[in-house]
């Protein structure tokens, strides 16, 4: 016998929705709950620890020197006039531009014709080949020097600018022709194959249908390529002995010295060195997360 009691607290059975009415809004999980201070505080604590060295670089690199204060201001360019002129940063800038653009244009190239070997060639040392290329990726650049050092006195081409460009880009190559092979994956064989079909030779097949569809990758590959030798220290210091030679970094070296460090001028050298790279890297951002996406897609 169902009492009073029992019926006022037995749950009503639920109904099934009327076909076409909305459905009820999905409950949402407990860790979509969390306050918006526990997403908001790392993230601020993190940006707060990244931006304060920016900072501390702009500080000293624009207010007078001898001032102490935690602004920048009465604001002035000494420093990078001072860099620009008496330091030689103009020809070092000079310099590294020509390394950076040379070493990119033969990192890239190299590397797609490695890569498209890799990703559509069969031959039987190919495990071999890329397990080689993996373990290179393991030697330090110093372990470099001796050797290449050896082969460009031979071939007398040491305090050359050509010396440091072949160097990075030997440096560079193993790394970008797996990402390049990995993106030519990607591109379907059967375009190949249908443009040979129309005519087309493979050199005329891969320019017209499958090097659009690089782009991305390549100007990933090309962007890196392109960052390490304008970054790169210990070749430039190694194999260039005229300082009308030298690159940024060897400069910015040039600014410490065991007795003082002009702390004013090598803050606006590194401002200098920096906002090339900012800007490209601004200009091609979404360039090269595209190229990384799809380079990490099996194809």
């Avoid at 009327?18 to 526990?38: F, K, V």
């Avoid at 653009?101 to 990703?119: K, P, Q, S």
């Avoid at 390549?218 to 190694?238: C, D, P």
């Avoid at 920096?274 to 595209?290: D, E, G, N, S, Y």
């Amino acid at each position: 016998m169902i009492t009073k009691e029992a019926t006022a607290v037995a749950p009503a059975p639920e109904r099934p929705a009327a076909p076409g009415s909305p459905r009820p809004a999905r409950r949402r999980r407990a860790w979509d709950e969390a306050p918006r201070w526990q997403i908001y505080l790392p993230l601020s604590v993190y940006l707060l620890f990244t931006l304060i060295p920016f900072y501390w670089i702009l500080l000293f690199a624009l207010r007078p020197a001898g001032s102490t204060s935690l602004v920048p201001w009465p604001m002035t360019f000494d420093h990078f006039e001072k860099v620009w002129t008496e330091r030689s940063f103009g020809t070092y800038f000079q310099n590294s531009v020509l390394v950076g653009v040379a070493t990119l244009f033969l990192t890239t190239v190299v590397a797609l014709a490695g890569g498209y070997a890799l990703a559509r060639f069969d031959f039987r040392i190919k495990r071999a080949f890329m397990l080689a290329l993996l373990c290179s990726q393991f030697v330090p650049g110093a372990l470099l020097l001796v050797p290449l050092f050896q082969i460009f006195a031979g071939l007398q081409m040491i305090n050359s600018l050509s010396s440091v460009v072949i160097a990075e880009t030997v440096f560079q190559l193993p790394l970008s022709m797996i990402l390049i092979s990995g993106f030519i994956r990607n591109v379907p064989y059967s375009l190949e194959e249908a443009a040979w079909v129309d005519g087309c030779t493979r050199l005329t097949a891969f320019r017209i249908v499958v090097l659009p569809l690089l782009r991305p990758g390549l100007i990933a590959v090309g962007s890196f390529a392109f960052v390490h030798a304008w970054n790169h220290f210990l070749f430039a210091l190694m194999f260039l002995s005229d300082q009308d030679k030298q690159t940024i970094p060897v400069g910015l070296n040039t600014l410490m010295s065991s007795d003082s460090v002009d702390l004013g001028g090598l803050a606006a050298g590194g401002i200098i060195a920096a906002l090339p790279v900012v800007i490209v890297f601004a200009f091609i951002q979404k360039w090269l997360i595209t190229g990384f996406s799809a380079g990490a897609v099996k194809g």
